[in-house]
């Protein structure tokens, strides 16, 4: 193509991240492109999630209550698990207004790839980028299949795997020790069945965070999110340390839905879908440099994911950082500067923005794959403990401070123990 023929961007996948990007852009009046290797926007994300509200506001402004959400999420539940047993943190939160949602990322995309495009973006599905265009140590296009396209910047969305930055050697291979594997069922059922299940109203829904017994003992945990009719449940855990375990991922899913404490909410329910997807959990000491000469880097690409135990945060911190993006392309191009100069306002704006997040919780990710505690004996402490409020018998009762202390006791190391916990609290 021609200079007068290149456009002022190129988004790589149509995800959160790329459809974020392409509708600012557009409604800027740059033209800009998006190549998406699925059917349609969204055909292949791996479906069941939670988005925050204040992040399809930025982008959308009042029109996001058009947008094909499912449950505004009224019950907040924390799960300490072991082999039979669960003691849960269970927050109704009525008072609480238009704040996050659960999602089917297919439809949201779907419907988020139809606002771009009346925004003026051009989107191209089925077609795969084969590799970058580079001139003198620029980006100047992609390539697919047998055509160049150019442009003054090209944005990577592409997910997880950020093949082409990586293979242009622009960004450092992903390393294993920095990514989760996760997997996930979807269950099918009647929207008051939803309801019944999880304790909620009409309309209304849940998330579910856990960690114990299903993992294991490896780094991660179990969720579970309701959707209008259906139920998302599953587990992430730590690539590097499950593959030394030597356990199945799939049959650990699958004994997930078996679990006494959680088959209440799928059990007999039909599978509707399952799948698996790799999580960046490195968190701001591995993220990967953010923009170069004419390219940038946005949401999963970029290692924008955030666990902190009780929330997990992607799907905001694409929207937000594809708008971040597509608001330095904006001023790049119009100041006729898109090298490494005219695009260092991205890292700018993500540090102004998202990323005051990743600093404050920067060592909340070492802090919890290095507290193996923290899938056994936390969990099994508070059960035990609640076994033993609750328990009744023959035997005289005793001081709750005494049950308190006589459960402590079984931890074989009860002062470190409560050190770790301290500074895991600080760290989160």
Request: glycine share 12%; charged share 20%.
């Amino acid at each position: 193509m021609a200079d007068e023929d290149a456009f002022d961007a190129i988004v790589v996948g149509g995800g959160f991240a790329g459809l974020a990007a392409a509708y600012r852009l557009a409604q800027a009046d740059k033209s800009v492109l998006v190549v998406e290797r699925g059917q349609v926007c969204g055909a292949k994300n791996l479906t069941g999630g939670r988005i925050y509200a204040y992040a399809l506001q930025a982008l959308l402004g009042d029109r996001w209550r058009e947008a094909p959400v499912q449950r505004e999420v009224k019950r907040e539940i924390i799960s300490l698990l072991t082999e039979q047993d669960a003691v849960n943190v269970d927050s109704t939160l009525t008072s609480v207004e238009e704040e996050s949602y659960t999602v089917l990322a297919a439809p949201l995309l779907a419907w988020l790839a139809e606002q771009a495009e009346e925004a003026g973006a051009m989107i191209v599905t089925e077609t795969t980028v084969d590799g970058l265009i580079i001139r003198d140590g620029r980006v100047c296009g992609v390539t697919t299949g047998d055509e160049q396209l150019e442009a003054s910047v090209v944005i990577d969305c592409e997910g997880i795997n950020p093949l082409l930055l990586e293979r242009a050697g622009l960004i450092r291979p992903l390393d294993p020790h920095d990514v989760a594997v996760g997997a996930k069922f979807v269950f099918g059922m009647p929207a008051a069945e939803v309801e019944q299940r999880f304790g909620v109203q009409p309309g209304e829904g849940a998330a579910l965070l856990g960690m114990g017994d299903p993992t294991h003992g490896v780094f991660g945990g179990v969720f579970a999110y309701t959707n209008n009719e259906s139920v998302s449940l599953g587990l992430v855990v730590d690539s590097a340390a499950w593959a030394k375990s030597g356990r199945s991922l799939l049959a650990t899913a699958q004994d997930l839905q078996e679990h006494p404490a959680l088959r209440r909410y799928v059990g007999d329910a039909e599978l509707l879908e399952y799948g698996a997807h790799l999580v960046y959990e490195g968190g701001y000491d591995t993220l990967p440099q953010m923009s170069g000469d004419g390219w940038l880097i946005c949401g999963d690409a970029a290692g924008l994911c955030l666990n902190r135990g009780f929330t997990i945060r992607g799907m905001d911190y694409a929207v937000m950082s594809g708008i971040a993006a597509a608001d330095t392309v904006v001023e790049a191009v119009e100041a006729g500067d898109t090298g490494p100069t005219g695009l260092a306002g991205y890292r700018r704006r993500l540090d102004e923005g998202l990323l005051q997040d990743f600093r404050t919780l920067r060592g909340g990710h070492a802090w919890m794959s290095g507290t193996p505690d923290l899938f056994t004996v936390y969990p099994k402490l508070a059960v035990d403990l609640m076994t033993d409020l609750y328990h009744v018998g023959a035997e005289p009762v005793r001081p709750v401070g005494s049950t308190v202390w006589r459960t402590a006791r079984k931890v074989r190391k009860p002062f470190s123990t409560a050190r770790s916990l301290l500074k895991g609290m600080k760290t989160l």
